[in-house]
DNA sequence: TGTGTATTGTACCGATCAGTACAGAACTCT
DNA sequence: AGAGTTCTGTACTGATCGGTACAATACACA
């Protein structure tokens, strides 16, 4: 028994997700994110309290959206858990050439608001060990890595973490498309997965 | 025939490099950079024109205080390259121990402000192909990786650097020390420097 | 057809942002 | 000592920041 509200409030998260995604935190003004989620400022203020808690809550859209779906490809499709890696570093590659030059909203959100702020840096901290984990997985069901021990495989995946990060991040700073295509040829060729040469 | 100026314009130039390594272009505004480097308003806008000028004028500060530090370690010193830059990323993790979490100026920039800014990126980008090139150098100067292809050392400088980016950003978002030792622990290993295991 | 209630639209808030105007101060040279 | 010149200090600008107050509005229910 009121007035109803005019928007979907999740259409708006993923709305506001995709402008922290593509300005960033600090950039995204509310002016930006009132525009581009095409509500009012009380309606936003109402629904998502403040900027801080709406970029939380974007995060965990982005999670949902975006890092389980990496998370996905490292851990499900192929029998090979070195292929799989493979396949979410040429993702990364596919996204670029076609002109994706956005990055990661948690790269980027790791190397902004979280350096300053605990409670961001708390939920990208959260996403990057999921993702981590994720590639332990995948090296433990890899023919190639299996064997090493468990210690060499945490070691390893921390490192295919830091390299995604460093990747995404190099990405948005409009590194060449050569430059990162090289990167991922010496991952690809690193973590031997199944496949040959280039595909994608 | 004038006014002599109250401030070192080096010594200026440096605060202001601390500064925007601290706090990141944006978070650093007029205000606490006056502060930081001890001048008036009118000082510093005569002296460096605007914000931006002043930032890329750090950069180039930062460049020839840091970039080239990192350049040196992984040209010069030892025989091998590959100790080299076995090296470089022990460092990194020394100035984690020691508690600097600041990360990188040029990787918070590659992230930040030169996503943004073509004069930015373009300050950056210089700045960081001179460090691919630097990797590439150690590479060939590298008893395990001599022999390899032209191309493979390429990628796999590039993929040295993009490791480079990817840890220092995420030492500036606070992951835990213990995650940066073992991603780096597994590069160490990866690149087979000289050195049997840890050290410093 | 009211009446209660939650949302919306707008106008506003103080704070802070980068940048500027300009008078006064501090020096060198004549 | 005076003129010329450059730097400094302060006060100010308009724009924008995130956030709030409050009346108008649109609905469900009685």
Redesign the interface.
Known sequence: MARPRKFDIEDALKDAMNIFWQH?Y??ASLAVLLEGMGMTRSSLYQAFVDKKTLFLKALDRYEVEAVDAAIAVLTTGSEDGAERIDRLFCSVIEAVKNGD?R?CLL??????P???D?DI?EV??RQ?NKM?QAFYVALTQSAAHAHTSEQ?R??????L???????R??I?????DE??Q??????R??VGGGRSEVSA
């Not at 945490?154 to 490192?159: F, K, N, T, V």
């Not at 948005?172 to 060449?176: D, E, I, L, P």
């Not at 090289?182 to 991952?187: E, G, L, P, T, Y």
């Open positions: 960033g600090d950039a030059q990055g790269c980027s959100a790791a190397a902004g979280a350096a300053v605990p840096s990208v901290q990057l981590s060499e945490g070691d390893m995946a921390e490192m973490l830091s390299q995604y990060v460093g990747l991040t190099m948005r700073s409009k590194t060449r430059a990162v090289k990167s991922v040829n010496a991952m060729k690193f």
